[in-house]
């Protein structure tokens, strides 16, 4: 079974950085593209940021230049490096990823969630 688990989160002040961390782990084949979401109360989930398997990246609009998110294919992790934090990117994160597994061939996964938290 594929389980993805993020960690890293937590409370920040303005203008401070957090690095969130998500591993991949089972009967993996191939991890396409990875990606991280957030999900603010009272909203719905929203993409943050994606990566392919090549390393092409892309952004939601509100965290271009202050977020990076990257990966590493041998560690099976993917990563999202977050500067100049906001108190609107207070959320619960969210690690996703499309995994080929020995089983059922290609899947969406999603992590549990992390929970960050900026304070103004």
């Known amino acids: 079974q594929v389980q993805l688990v993020e960690f890293g989160g937590g409370l920040v002040q303005a203008g401070g950085s957090l690095r969130l961390s998500c591993v991949v782990s089972?009967?993996?084949?191939?991890?396409?593209?990875m990606g991280w979401y957030r999900q603010a109360p009272g909203k719905q989930r929203e993409l943050v940021a994606r990566?392919?398997?090549?390393?092409?990246?892309n952004y939601a609009d509100s965290v271009k230049g202050r977020f990076t998110i990257s990966r590493d294919n041998a560690k099976k992790m993917a990563y999202l490096q977050m500067n100049s934090l906001k108190p609107e990117d207070t959320a619960v994160y969210y690690c996703?990823?499309?995994?080929?597994?020995?089983?059922?061939?290609?899947?969406?996964?999603w992590g549990q969630g992390t929970q960050v938290t900026v304070s103004s």
């Open positions: 996703n990823a499309d995994v080929m597994d020995t089983r059922w061939g290609v899947v969406n996964y």
């Open positions: 089972g009967r993996i084949i191939r991890i396409n593209d």
């Open positions: 990566i392919t398997s090549g390393g092409d990246t």
